[in-house]
């Protein structure tokens, strides 16, 4: 590497030594997640299928599959894939899945073994042992060896469901005795382990013999991760029991001397055959034969493409139907139906595979496990369902632009980076709405202006970065230093860059953008020249830096590039203070836009992985880092914080759960010292500057968090396996603190845009659609008790205090549906804590004709304009009130004179609607009178002038009323039979005109003047024949000496 200049004067304390490290102060927790349970998350996609390990069918329903996923947890679906569901939300404490099985004699019995088995470099999960359903997935029970960390295969016995085999590939990165196979033959109760070859060697393959299931096959894989290299190999073998796993042989003829990663499977259709799908050195890698349960092997092929990556695949299949046939899984999944002799690709969605089932019932029938997803073919792969129906994306980073609304940024792992609004104006957040930014799966994104991006920039593994033209969508590279890194050593590259390296912009320019290396690197140009700012900021250990795999395989895509830099960070209160970590445990600080830099590395650090760091938004001189070591086997929590640019640091974890390690902190940007820490196994939140931590899961899925950040005073979370999730407006968290001392308590919303779904055609399955926020403004309160029978209120005002909406925690008895009736009274929520109910901007609703199908009618009231409203709690004599203010949506241009002639126009339209439906509600009850008189008064001769009388009136009262509603029509397809009637227009004006836009057209006012005459001339009917009949029928009754209509009659219109 070339000298730098003198500009780059280092400053650099000795690592361990320059830093003191003074120990955390303690808070007392005094806190209960259970105040905020009202709160909660919402996942806004991409619906775009992330890593899945593994897939199992159930072999007496072909349309049941179970799919399991590295961070995603366990997913069903009963239809072929044509939509998934989560089933292990709320039962499993991890969400990283390595295998699953179905028993074939109960399939309400499954077992599920946690810990991904096709170990990434980059991002690794660990599981907690095996989980057992005994109803289809309805519930789960964890059921021990939860040290096993990583298992491989599940295996269970085809006639007892109880006698289940487990084969345990172990911890990734450190040796354990909690390796090998083990077996229960009590339904998980209790378990022996039955082969153990040493601490560095688990089981990457079991397969049992599904004809005689006392016979298995497990391969073992002697193997350990570092963050600088992979090991796989030598020392791995196949063994075979035929006493049900009681005792094991190691199987030697015809197999090479020294192997790595094993996949093996048995031959249903001819259980002497077995296939194994070997790492070894070339020319003896490839698959193996054998004829004769496993005594002496063959080689059959040793084409690239199934042995390619072999710490990622090597995963083998037998068909269960036909002996010749057999699966190779990899980049490609590849089928032979000659034995094994060739292989020929299948066609698949996505690519990179880990897992395959074959109905045995049904060989065409096959479900595939692989980096896209789960999918499901029923013509042996010629065929697949999609994946564009599993929110299981794996995120490394996140960022979002300042937009109304904000759109959301990442790289998915696999896959291509992802651009995603945070909600939209439709029914929700579907494919059509996001789209592949630049970059790759490791991408980090910047844009040229975050408050209107035209150009979106993402990185890449081996430094890679490129820039996409929002206008056009053309992708152009500016690398700093193009040159093609793969499969060469780190040492020998010019830079070294981190598979997710940095790349962000200046939060005081968004022209300058900065990316790392192990240096780090400044643009003001878009990317066009880029400048080193700075010496190495690793450790530069040359030792580390070799190739990444052995000893037999080398893998040079780049996840294992060490001494990087991982995390860049600037302080948005001082430009051109900036801070670096890296993965191998160092920290830097410069405070002059790189001319000196000063090592700040906590004491008692060891070496670990940067993974993120928060410059305080409201303190110059606080810092937060976050670190782990997992990649050494260390899952403790290594999370710091400094309030004097590093020159001291304290840990602070208290109140972390054991095993779990911070990823992300970050401090929210309106109140000091409320810290946002996104961890492996879930989401915590401080109210004191990390003395104390608070487990704040709310409903989010137990997924590893990678990313947090604010926007709009929403949090953003990206995840390592369940897309990205959107927590709406922390204010409640704010201005609580974790604690209220009111027994009633209305806290004070963030300024809501006008913003609402519009109406069309829902054919999207709403499982492959982003949830939307719920429309209107979220009101948060508090109330200190549940209020079970006492009446909780809640008043909408307008900025004079008049109110125009109210709202009760008491569900309206007398409530009755039918088709076309208006929704149901909302009832807001009352439950102790905080609450959260969403008031849609609407006034109170308009009257129902009951019974009667209205078409176009919406009996909602009509959305409010921008502007500062009221809102009063009150709860058993006590209130809490206050003020919010609702924006226009920034893309809506309209005057106020605009939005005042919108709202005058639905008032006097709802106007006439409560008028005329009174008025036929009112009718109403003098017909039910007269019918239920004529009933009663039908033999009595001396009345017969007086029935008469009331059927005549009655014929009266329903000419009116045809005239102003259609009572024929019983849905909405009537109305091409039945034309809709007076109220309908008067419903479709005011709906046509209740909408973003406030200008009313000029046929609107026109149609509602007519409708005003039209009233007029409906009034004067009701008013002067229709309420004289009714005075002269009751005079009639007088005469008659019966008792008179119950009806009270005044000018202009009839009250109900």
Not at 400 to 425: C, E, K
Not at 945 to 973: M, P, V
Request: with cysteine.
């Amino acid at each position: 590497m070339r000298k730098l200049p003198l500009l780059f004067l280092m400053l650099i304390a000795v690592h361990g030594v320059a830093q003191k490290s003074k120990p955390a102060p303690t808070a007392a927790p005094g806190f209960s997640a259970d105040m905020y349970k009202g709160l909660s998350w919402r996942n806004i996609g991409p619906f775009r299928g992330g890593r899945s390990n593994t897939v199992a069918g159930v072999v007496q329903d072909p349309q049941t599959y179970y799919a399991g996923y590295t961070g995603g947890g366990v997913w069903k679906t009963e239809d072929a894939g044509y939509s998934w569901k989560n089933i292990s939300d709320g039962f499993f404490s991890v969400g990283t899945i390595g295998d699953i099985a179905v028993s074939e004699s109960d399939p309400n019995i499954i077992y599920v073994g946690t810990g991904e088995h096709a170990i990434r470099g980059v991002m690794t999960s660990y599981g907690d042992g095996v989980y057992k359903s005994t109803d289809a997935g309805k519930t789960w029970k964890n059921m021990g060896l939860e040290k096993t960390r990583h298992i491989a295969d599940v295996a269970i016995d085809p006639r007892n469901p109880d006698v289940v085999f487990v084969g345990a590939q172990g911890p990734a990165h450190g040796a354990s005795p909690d390796r090998g196979v083990y077996k229960s033959v009590d339904g998980g109760m209790t378990w022996k382990k039955t082969l153990f070859i040493d601490e560095n060697t688990g089981v990457s393959g079991l397969s049992m013999d599904m004809t005689n299931p006392r016979i298995l096959y497990a391969a073992t894989w002697k193997h350990r991760r570092y963050p600088w290299k992979v090991e796989s190999g030598p020392g791995s073998a196949i063994y075979k029991s035929t006493d049900a796993g009681e005792t094991w042989n190691k199987m030697v003829e015809g197999l090479p001397k020294e192997m790595g990663k094993i996949g093996v499977s048995v031959s249903r259709a001819n259980p002497n055959r077995v296939f194994a799908l070997v790492e070894a050195a070339k020319p003896t890698d490839g698959l193996y034969r054998s004829d004769d349960g496993g005594k002496r092997w063959t080689f059959m092929n040793g084409d690239a493409a199934i042995t390619a990556r072999s710490w990622y695949y090597m995963e083998v299949f037998a068909d269960p139907v036909n002996a010749d046939i057999v699966y190779a899984l990899n980049a490609p999944i590849l089928r032979s139906i000659d034995g094994g002799k060739t292989f020929e690709d299948l066609k698949d969605f996505h690519g990179d595979n880990h897992d395959l089932w074959i109905n045995p019932k049904n060989n065409k029938n096959i479900a595939l496990a692989e980096d896209g997803g789960a999918c499901v073919s029923f013509n042996m792969g010629k065929a697949w369902s999609t994946f564009l129906n599993q929110p299981t994306a794996q995120f490394y980073r996140v960022n979002a632009d300042n937009r109304m609304p904000f759109w959301v940024y990442s790289g998915q792992q696999d896959n291509l980076s992802v651009a995603i609004p945070s909600r939209t104006n439709s029914y929700g957040i579907t494919q059509k709405d996001w789209f592949d930014g630049p970059g790759c799966e490791s991408a980090a994104i910047a844009f040229d202006d975050p408050n209107n991006p035209t150009l979106l920039y993402g990185g890449c593994y081996q430094g890679q970065i490129s820039v996409q033209d929002l206008r056009t969508r053309e992708i152009k590279d500016i690398m700093e230093y193009p040159s093609v890194n793969e499969g060469v050593a780190p040492k020998k590259m010019k830079y070294r860059f981190n598979w997710n390296s940095p790349l962000i912009n200046s939060p005081h320019d968004p022209k300058v953008m900065y990316h790392a290396g192990n240096v780090l690197f400044k643009t003001t140009n878009g990317g066009m020249t880029w400048t080193p700012i700075s010496p190495d900021l690793t450790r530069n250990d040359s030792t580390k830096q070799d190739n990444s795999g052995g000893p037999i395989t080398n893998e040079g895509a780049g996840g294992e590039n060490y001494n990087t830099i991982y995390y860049v960070a600037e302080s948005t209160l001082e430009r051109g203070t900036i801070y670096t970590g890296s993965d191998c445990g160092l920290v830097y600080l410069t405070r002059d836009e790189g001319k000196t830099w000063t090592n700040v590395t906590p004491a008692g650090l060891p070496e670990a992985m940067i993974h993120s760091i928060e410059v305080s938004p409201h303190d110059k001189g606080t810092v937060y880092i976050a670190a782990s070591r997992y990649k050494f086997n260390d899952f403790a929590n290594y999370t710091y914080k400094s309030t004097d640019y590093g020159k001291t640091w304290s840990r602070i974890g208290n109140g972390i759960q054991n095993d779990d390690f911070i990823k992300v902190v970050r401090e929210d940007p309106k109140v000091k010292d409320i810290l946002y820490a996104g961890a492996e196994r879930g989401f915590y939140v401080s109210f004191n500057g990390g003395a104390q931590w608070n487990r704040l899961q709310l409903n989010f899925p137990v997924v590893p968090i990678t990313d947090l950040i604010i926007r709009n005073n929403d949090l953003v979370a990206s995840t390592a396996g369940r897309s990205f999730w959107v927590l709406d407006d922390l204010s409640p968290i704010q201005q609580s603190r974790g604690h209220v001392s009111a027994r009633v308590k209305l806290f004070q919303p963030k300024p809501t845009y006008r913003i609402f779904s519009s109406s069309g055609f829902f054919l999207l399955y709403d499982q492959a659609t982003g949830k939307n926020p719920d429309e209107g403004v979220g009101l948060d309160y508090y109330l200190a008790e549940k209020a079970d029978t006492s009446k909780v209120t809640l008043e909408i005002m307008d900025a004079a205090g008049t109110v125009i909406r109210k709202l009760t925690n008491k569900k309206d008895l007398t409530y009755k549906s039918y088709v076309g009736a208006p929704p149901a009274p909302v009832v807001i929520p009352s439950e102790a804590g905080v609450n959260r109910f969403t008031w849609d901007f609407r006034t109170e609703a308009l009257p129902d004709i009951p019974g009667v199908f209205v078409y176009a009618a919406d009996y909602r009231g009509h959305r409010v304009a921008p502007g500062v409203y009221k809102a009063r709690l009150t709860y058993r004599g006590e209130s809490s009130e206050t003020e919010f203010e609702i924006l226009s949506d920034p893309k809506i241009q309209a005057s106020t004179a605009e939005w005042t002639a919108q709202q005058q126009f639905m008032q006097k339209a709802e106007e006439m609607i409560r008028e005329t439906h009174g008025a036929v509600n009112g009718l109403r009850k003098v017909r039910k009178q007269i019918e239920t008189f004529n009933e009663a008064a039908k033999s009595n001769e001396s009345l017969r002038d007086l029935l008469k009388a009331g059927q005549e009136l009655i014929k009266k009262l329903d000419a009116w009323e045809s005239q102003i509603t259609e009572t024929r029509a019983k849905g909405f397809q009537d109305a091409l039979n039945w034309p809709g009637k007076y109220n309908s227009n008067l419903f479709k004006i005011r709906g046509g005109v209740d909408t973003h836009d406030p200008r009313v057209p000029a046929g609107y006012g026109d149609r509602l003047g007519d409708l005003q005459q039209e009233w007029i001339n409906h009034k004067r009917v009701l008013n002067n024949q229709i309420q004289k009949e009714i005075i002269q029928y009751n005079k009639m009754m007088k005469d008659k000496n019966v008792p008179a209509l119950l009806t009270n009659t005044p000018e202009p219109v009839l009250n109900n």
